[in-house]
Every structure is written in C-alpha cells, then in structure tokens.
C-alpha cells in the first residue's frame, strides 16, 4: 500500500513538472527569435544609413597637390543614394612671384549616387557639387594679397565598399572636381613686373580611402 501510494505521487510530480519543461522550449524559442528580428530591425537591407570617413589626395587643383579628409553621412536605398558631408584640404605652398601662399579648402559635399550592390560588395557612381571657402596665408611679401575666397566646384566620381561585418567596412574611390568659383592669385616679380595669373582646374583629379560604420 505504501509502494503504491508513492508511485502515484511520482506520476503526478512529473506530470506537473511537464508543462513547465514544455513551456520553457517555446520561451527559449521565442527569445532567439525576438533577438534575430531586433537584429534585422537594426539593419534593413533595404535601406542605407552609414558614415564614411576617408582620406583625400588630390592633383592639379592648384600648382602644388593637396591633402586632408572627408566625412559623409549617406543614406537611401540600395540602388539610389544620396551623401552629404564636409571635406577639409590643405595645399602646400607655392610662389606668386616673390611670395609664397598656403592654402586650406574647406567645403560642404553633396552626391547624389547609383549603385549596384552583390553580396558584400557595393559600387557607386556618384555626381554633385561643393560649396565653401578657401583660405590663404602669405608669406615672403608686404602686400599679401586676399586672405579668403568663395569656393564651388561640380564633382564627379566612382567608389567601391567592401562590408567586413554587419556594420564596418573600407571604401576607396577616383573622381574628378572642376572649379566653378574659386580664387585667382598674381603677384609681382622682383623687378616689379606682374606675374601670370594662378587659378584652380579646370579640372583636379583625386583619390580617397577610408572606412565606412553601417547602422
């Protein structure tokens, strides 16, 4: 009698325990799944939301090549995307007859891209236009001449992103910028005659690389 009494209440522990055991799989299965759709969430395929920071060199904008970096936040569709940033360069110093100026270019950067994207790799074809000042330092002269001037320039370029993970990657690109405002310098030789014009372009050709954050 007591064997018996001790095996129904065994039987009726485990059938108690069993549906907190059934209940914790589909708990379990349901965390899994609300942490893969908060993940997807994050990163929709079907949009592009990512900043780009990369290095800039660039030739025959000015008689000396220049230098400096570019952050862009992009954003849009996988096929259709638009950038907006802001690109800093410094131009080494060069002569205007007897003096000598430096100068630094900064602009506001607006792209509008197509792109093609397969798997992890994406290239873009991208058009726009910049637009700020340029400033500039003289030296080797009494009568320097302006200290800044307005800038605009129509861009044109390609780049190429690889993904590493889910939000990092590298991104490097060619492109061209043709000066529509910028300044003109002309200084005197030393016999006091006036030296030929110096201005930007008309077209400077450049390169960048960099990386890129997707969120």
Wanted: hydrophobic letters at 40%.
């Amino acid at each position: 009698m007591r064997r018996s009494s001790c095996l129904a209440l065994a039987a009726l522990a485990c059938t108690l325990a069993a549906p907190a055991v059934a209940s914790a799989a589909p708990a379990e299965e349901a965390d899994t799944s609300e942490e893969e759709t908060s993940r997807r969430e994050r990163i929709n395929p079907n949009r592009v939301r990512s900043i780009e920071l990369q290095g800039v060199g660039m030739t025959q904008l000015l008689p000396r090549p220049s230098g400096g970096g570019e952050v862009a936040f992009s954003f849009g569709f996988p096929a259709f995307q638009a950038r907006v940033g802001m690109q800093v360069l410094g131009v080494a110093p060069f002569n205007v007859g007897e003096a000598k100026v430096s100068n630094t270019l900064g602009a506001a950067t607006l792209d509008l891209c197509a792109a093609k994207k397969v798997l992890r790799h994406q290239i873009r074809m991208c058009v726009g236009g910049q637009g700020g000042g340029m400033l500039h330092r003289w030296s080797n002269t009494d009568r320097p001449g302006r200290r800044a001037t307005p800038w605009g320039a129509g861009t044109l370029k390609g780049d190429y992103q690889l993904e590493l993970t889910d939000h990092f990657g590298i991104i490097g690109g060619v492109g061209v910028v043709m000066p529509l405002l910028g300044p003109t310098f002309r200084g005197r030789d030393a016999n006091g005659s006036p030296t030929p014009q110096v201005f930007p372009g008309p077209m400077a050709g450049f390169l960048s690389l960099g990386t890129t954050f997707r969120w």
